[in-house]
């Protein structure tokens, strides 16, 4: 079985763009959440998506947004980034909404200039 | 506030050297805490849940357990492959998942 893929794996962008990413889950899995990591705050929760519907928030302000098809596949966006926004974004699937196990894809590294 | 912490912050050992991690938490109704190990430049891989206090899971050299206020990863007989960062979560009902800041453990042989 596939696991969780998500593109691109890389990304560097400038100021005050906006970037999409993307995330495939595991066949079968119907939820998706989304994690930004870096060093000095590891591993933060932004969001989870289930049947199309944001479940639950992390902390983050409004320019972190993100959707779910209905194939389960999901993006977010990050607009008017900023050189804060620089880190590892990575998403995890699971079978249902609050899943207990999560499985991560390898990440979208995004550096922002 | 703080509701997942991880010690030590970073573990060396000699191969063959059995050691544990530790991962304290403070949540008002736990629904499961999550240990996942994650190498450099990949996203982190799933390990163990454990859901009740008393309860040990075990895969090759590693053995989970859980009491009421932590949670620790106990590694035997190490080998270098072991090498990685070590991250605890906790799920708290009708809550997000809150990861630890993880234990980097460098094995040597």
């Known amino acids: 079985k596939a696991g969780v893929t998500q593109t691109p794996r890389y990304l560097i962008k400038t100021r005050g763009q906006q970037v999409t990413l993307s995330c495939s889950p595991i066949?079968?899995?119907?939820?998706v959440s989304w994690y930004q990591q870096t060093p000095g705050q590891g591993l933060q929760f932004l969001f989870e998506?289930?049947?199309?519907?944001?479940?639950n928030k992390g902390n983050f302000p409004g320019r972190f947004s993100g959707r779910q098809f209905s194939n389960s596949r999901s993006e977010m966006n990050v607009s008017t980034l900023e050189l804060g926004d620089s880190a590892l974004y990575l998403c995890a699937s699971s079978l249902d909404a609050g899943g207990d196990e999560q499985y991560f894809g390898p990440g979208t590294r995004l550096t922002v200039t | 506030e703080d509701q997942v912490t991880q010690s030590p912050e970073a573990l060396r050992l000699q191969e063959g050297e059995s050691s544990s991690l530790n991962c304290s938490y403070t949540?008002?109704?736990?629904?499961?805490l999550f240990w996942y190990r994650q190498d450099p430049g990949k996203g982190p891989e799933f390990l163990f849940t454990?859901?009740?206090a008393g309860e040990e899971k075990e895969k090759e050299r590693l053995k989970a357990t859980l009491t009421k206020k932590e949670s620790f990863l106990h590694i035997t007989a190490p080998k270098p492959e072991d090498s990685a960062t070590y991250l605890c979560a906790v799920h708290e009902y009708g809550n997000k998942l809150v990861f630890g800041a993880g234990t980097i453990l460098r094995v040597k042989s």
């Open positions: 998506y289930f049947s199309e519907t944001q479940r």
């Open positions: 454990l859901y009740s």
């Open positions: 949540v008002s109704g736990l629904r499961g």
């Open positions: 066949s079968g899995h119907r939820s």
